[in-house]
């Protein structure tokens, strides 16, 4: 069989036309990458609570939510029945005893933010154009810590309205209502961290699910393993470094620290003078955090 040469290549005429069906190129307005960036912020916000999303979706965050804000409703409703002086709880302590209920909720949605991405890997066409690693991390990280603070402040708010609804002091109750909101940021920012690393390093929703609920209840089923050991129960003073070792007994001693609440017995209180480094492992937790989700989608 002859293969026809060059020339003759050459010579045949070229049958392929170029059609113009009518596209017209984009002459709108060039967003760029603050305004992709606050959109995967909306979307990630929203989504954490299953706005968007189908009607499952939303059950598990909306019930965590009434689970959070129920508890305080009632409290409202007994103070202003009674004719109470202060609430049954302050708002710091209203958020330590709730702990369980938003580490669930991050338990489930942290992997919704992150791990269906790298699933089904949408995560390189984020990085088409214009959205950046840094963008992409930075607006998870606060969608994440955001929805964390709806679930957490929202109680603390019911409880201060409440508080004024009830007439009671509106001094003592406006500075210990900002103690809350401050504990509430601090348990955010942290479990936010905390849960968007161990979910960014598997693709699999359950195993983040998984990973993430072990992390919190190890850590926190240690921290009082080793308050004991060290001599809570008899009052020694070292035992309370053993808050360092759970995320939430951090938060709590933290909090406790920083807006001179009084102190109670349990590995969630600061030893003496020790706050400086609750405060550092804090900042070094964040940080790293951070650091560490950066460094994941360096290679997308």
């Keep these: ?9 050459a010579a045949t005429p070229r049958t392929g036309v170029i059609h113009n069906i009518g596209y017209r190129n984009y002459t709108g307005p060039r967003l760029g990458r603050s305004y992709a960036t606050r959109s995967l912020f909306v979307q990630s916000l929203r989504g954490a609570y299953g706005l968007g999303r ?14 959070m804000c129920v508890p305080a409703l009632i409290i ?27 580490g669930i909720f991050l338990a489930a949605q942290a992997p919704v933010a992150l ?18 690693r840094t963008d992409y991390v930075r607006a998870k990280f606060a969608a994440m810590t955001a ?14 309205l409440g508080a004024l609804l009830a007439g009671m002091d509106v001094g003592h109750n406006t500075a210990h209502a900002l103690y809350g909101l401050g504990t509430a940021l601090l348990y955010s920012v942290l479990y936010a961290a905390v849960g ?17 609920i072990g ?18 129960p008899t009052g020694s003073p070292n035992a309370n470094w053993a808050g360092l070792l759970s995320p939430s007994t951090l938060v709590d001693s933290l909090s406790t620290w920083l807006f001179r609440l009084p102190q109670g017995d349990g590995p969630s209180w600061p030893p003496s003078n020790g706050g400086i480094v ?14 560490l989700l950066l460094r994941r989608y360096r290679k997308f």
């Design 1 to 9: 069989m002859s293969v026809p040469s060059e020339a003759a290549a």
């Design 54 to 67: 189908s009607a499952k979706s939303k059950v598990l965050p909306m019930v965590l939510l009434g689970a």
């Design 76 to 102: 409202v409703a007994l103070a202003v029945s009674t004719n109470a002086e202060k609430l049954a709880t302050d708002y710091p302590s209203y958020l330590s005893s709730t702990s369980t209920l938003f």
């Design 115 to 132: 791990s269906r991405d790298l699933r089904f890997m949408t995560v390189p066409l984020y990085f088409s154009r214009p959205l950046t």
């Design 147 to 160: 929805a964390l603070l709806i679930l957490t402040g929202l109680p603390v708010v019911i409880l201060y």
């Design 196 to 212: 968007l690393v161990v979910a960014a390093a598997t693709p699999r929703r359950g195993f983040g699910v998984a990973a993430i």
């Design 215 to 232: 992390v919190l209840v190890v850590s926190t089923t240690v921290a009082g393993i080793a308050w004991a050991l060290i001599g809570g």
């Design 278 to 291: 609750f405060l550092a492992e804090f900042i070094v937790i964040a940080a790293a955090s951070y650091g």
